[in-house]
């Protein structure tokens, strides 16, 4: 990544042509892809239900998440379903604090 | 920490009591020691704890288990942390210096210590095991005025110490998230830097308040007259001055909307600004004005008599 300021709203969903293979995840998280499969047969991420092509596509904002759920499971010697419910915790207290 | 006494050449004292940052006793077995870290790492990890000094302590943790827990290191390490103690309270200039050119790699090769504590006693680190990974992605508040978010801009932003230099994009919302790509945390290993996320935050403006998420309401002063016959008056928008009519017959608190001249809208499109009449009397009435007052006033009574008998 060049460090470009790419700006723009986050809070938003992707459209159909912004969604990418579990690769392009894999390396955006700097994560290999077997691990990134493993998050998601845990269920840290889905496939986008937008994508009606053959192969699954997905937000490239799950990037994010798979590193997050690596460094916990690293940093802490979780194993892949413990670091998945941290990171669904962690959505709950950030959904919790921002309805404050 | 600096010695106490001049050392000659300035040598920074940066010892790192390890013991310290586990918060154990210096004779605590190794069981105390993981046991010590995994709680620690649990408390201070970047992405379980928000603070800002997080990260930092977070690599001190992991420096100080790397050191800690294993047999040979801490060895090493215990002899350099009596050493250090002595050196700073009264060891001679010479055993100091003599003490670190021994701990280096060749011969006379001075070490220096203090820039990194772990470097200098037991060389550069060895890449980590399990390969590299993204950093973590941070959020930081971006205060702007009403003016900047409209229109766009530039900042500089201290983020855990480091300058950020950030292009803003014009018509921001409040709340809203800006994403900067690979302006977050530093990769690990080789990994890609994580995304930073700025929040928005508008800071009250002195003239424009915010009604709902997108309206504004300004003040318009105009004078008794004005408000009885009508007038166009000149209004501060946001983005400039628009002119407003307000019709005859307008009391204080009657509001004139501007369509259009608020805040952006989240799906496209602006909010609307509301001029809001306020009547303001002059303090000081010349002669001619108060004669003008005074006869309005007459003429104001009698018709009102006159209207309810």
């Not at chain 2, 009403?146 to 500089?156: I, N, P, S, T, V």
């Not at chain 2, 928008?237 to 009391?251: E, I």
């Amino acid at each position: 990544m060049s460090g470009d300021n790419r700006s723009g709203p986050a809070d938003r969903d992707p459209s159909a042509e912004e969604l990418v293979e579990l690769t392009v995840v894999a390396r955006q998280a700097g994560v290999k892809i077997v691990h990134v499969r493993r998050y998601l047969e845990f269920g840290l991420f889905e496939p986008h239900p937008d994508a009606a092509t053959k192969t699954p596509r997905f937000d490239p904002g799950n990037a994010a998440r798979v590193a997050r759920a690596e460094r916990l499971r690293r940093d802490l010697g979780l194993n892949y379903p413990g670091a998945v419910l941290v990171c669904e915790l962690l959505d709950r207290i950030s959904q919790l604090e921002t309805r404050r | 920490m600096r010695s106490r006494r001049d050392m000659g050449r300035s040598v920074a004292l940066n010892y790192t009591d390890y013991y310290k940052v586990l918060q154990v006793p210096r004779d605590a077995d190794q069981a105390a020691i993981r046991r010590a870290y995994r709680k620690l790492a649990r408390k201070y990890h970047p992405d379980l704890n928000s603070d800002s000094d997080a990260e930092e302590r977070f690599k001190e943790l992991g420096e100080a288990n790397e050191v800690l827990s294993d047999v040979e290191k801490r060895e090493q390490y215990d002899r350099l942390g009596d050493r250090w103690r002595e050196a700073e309270h009264e060891a001679p200039e010479e055993s100091f210096e003599d003490f670190f050119t021994h701990e280096g790699s060749g011969q006379g090769s001075r070490v220096e210590f203090g820039e990194d504590l772990f470097e200098s006693l037991f060389g550069a680190r060895a890449p980590r095991a399990d390969g590299p990974l993204r950093g973590r992605d941070s959020e930081a508040l971006l205060d702007l005025s009403l003016e900047d978010a409209l229109a766009g801009g530039r900042r500089r932003l201290t983020l855990d110490g480091r300058e950020v230099s950030v292009n803003f994009p014009s018509r921001v919302r409040d709340g809203q998230l800006i994403r900067l790509a690979g302006k977050g945390g530093e990769g690990r290993a080789g990994g890609p830097p994580g995304d930073l996320f700025l929040r928005v935050a508008l800071k009250p403006h002195p003239r424009f308040h915010r009604r709902g998420a997108d309206d504004l309401d300004i003040e318009l002063s105009i004078t008794p007259s004005e408000a009885a016959l009508g007038t166009t008056a000149a209004v501060e928008t946001p983005t400039g001055t628009a002119r407003v009519r307000v019709p005859a017959g307008s009391s204080s608190g009657k509001r004139l909307r501007l369509r259009g001249r608020g805040l952006p809208k989240r799906g496209g499109g602006s909010g609307d600004l509301h001029a809001i009449v306020k009547i303001a009397v002059p303090k000081e009435l010349s002669d001619r004005e108060r004669e003008l007052y005074e006869q309005l006033a007459h003429v104001s009574s009698t018709e009102s008599q006159e209207a309810s008998p």
